[in-house]
């Protein structure tokens, strides 16, 4: 599993949308609540990108299209690009072209959806931690 210790106190990834049993199959997956945010709530989902940056961001979405291409360009756009680095999405709606158009980075569909983005974020959080050990050893160097 990941360090916990060598993680920064911001989350990793923010998991958003109406469907939250996606979300949630996510969260027990990877285990560890401390940097992981699970939202229900579009609204709420931007109040914490507004206090947080994340690594990575998932839009859980079964049956609104079009609320997920809303909410991937508002990510993607200039008040939050620097606050996010990765948008994916979990939507049998949302096709790839959309997606691309829309700033999604990738599009999974709720069969394999959920293993696909715990391995992504699992990826994410680990080059985290990677880093955070080299700028810790470079200032002990220092």
């Not at 931007?46 to 508002?74: C, G, K, N, P, T």
């Not at 959309?98 to 391995?119: M, P, Q, T, Y």
């Amino acid at each position: 599993m990941i360090d916990s210790f060598a993680i920064e106190r911001r989350p990793a990834a923010l998991i958003l949308g109406e469907h939250s049993l996606a979300g949630q199959a996510v969260l027990n997956r990877l285990g560890s609540e401390n940097w992981l945010s699970v939202v229900t709530d579009f609204e709420r989902a931007l109040d914490q990108m507004s206090l947080r940056v994340f690594d990575v961001v998932v839009i859980v979405s079964r049956q609104s299209e079009l609320q997920v291409l809303q909410f991937a360009r508002h990510i993607r756009s200039q008040s939050t690009r620097t606050r996010v680095a990765t948008v994916l999405a979990i939507s049998d709606e949302v096709s790839p072209e959309e997606a691309e158009l829309a700033g999604i980075d990738r599009v999974v569909g709720f069969e394999s959806g959920v293993k696909d983005v715990v391995l992504h974020i699992a990826q994410a959080a680990t080059q985290r931690v990677e880093k955070s050990r080299l700028r810790r050893k470079e200032n002990f160097v220092l």
